[in-house]
């Protein structure tokens, strides 16, 4: 019987979700790839030890075609979403870039979706179709300036069989995107960490106190 197979995500990437990693996506809007390439290397130089990205990184340069706007996606986590988009800003500021950033992601993501059938299946608190996360989440994305936020469902399970948020925010290089990116891109995965730790996760909730995360269902 199918469901009698581990679905992907409790099998692998659960654990990943607690540490508020998921799909970094992130797109130049001039339509040239060097803008791409420029900020594939900033960031491997950011994060050189993590041999995983890097060796993505280089992967996807050599075998990845651009199709429509070059676009790249990497798994980045708490923390390090804001630190790779305020760079980006930067890069756009100084004119290293052409022209803005976006940044985006799946809507398979740590905190941004209830899908029983897979992002959600078999949550250690029987909480796998509580909808009210991802609206949470896109609320706290539309409070914190994102520059557009969805909500959809049926993704990769059908339609009505889940719930999603998403978000995108731009790098323009203006002081206020710095705010915003810096704003949109902490809460996002932070609420993939509070959603787990919520449930009874003990990584999550290790990583919410390590990075001073105040959870009133944690006090």
Request: with cysteine; proline share 6%; net charge negative.
């Amino acid at each position: 019987q199918a469901f009698d197979i581990p679905g992907f995500v409790p099998e692998y990437i659960r654990p990943l979700f607690c540490d508020g990693k998921g799909p970094f996506r992130w797109v130049a809007l001039s339509g040239d790839p060097e803008d791409i390439y420029r900020t594939d290397r900033a960031v491997m130089e950011t994060f050189p030890d993590n041999k995983p990205l890097c060796n993505w990184i280089q992967k996807a340069q050599e075998e990845v075609a651009f199709q429509g706007l070059p676009a790249r996606i990497c798994w980045l986590g708490y923390g390090e979403r804001a630190k790779i988009g305020m760079l980006f800003n930067q890069l756009v500021a100084s004119g290293e870039l052409s022209a803005p950033i976006v940044i985006g992601r799946d809507h398979l993501d740590c905190g941004s979706v209830a899908s029983p059938n897979r992002e959600t299946e078999k949550m250690r608190d029987g909480s796998d179709a509580i909808a009210d996360w991802p609206m949470l989440g896109a609320m706290l994305n539309a409070a914190g300036g994102a520059s557009w936020v969805s909500i959809h469902h049926g993704g990769g399970v059908g339609i009505g069989n889940s719930i999603h948020n998403g978000m995108v925010v731009v790098c323009d290089g203006t002081p206020e995107a710095e705010r915003r990116i810096q704003r949109v891109l902490t809460y996002d995965p932070g609420m993939g960490i509070l959603r787990h730790a919520d449930a009874g996760y003990d990584r999550a909730v290790q990583n919410a106190k390590a990075y001073g995360l105040r959870i009133p269902t944690l006090t």
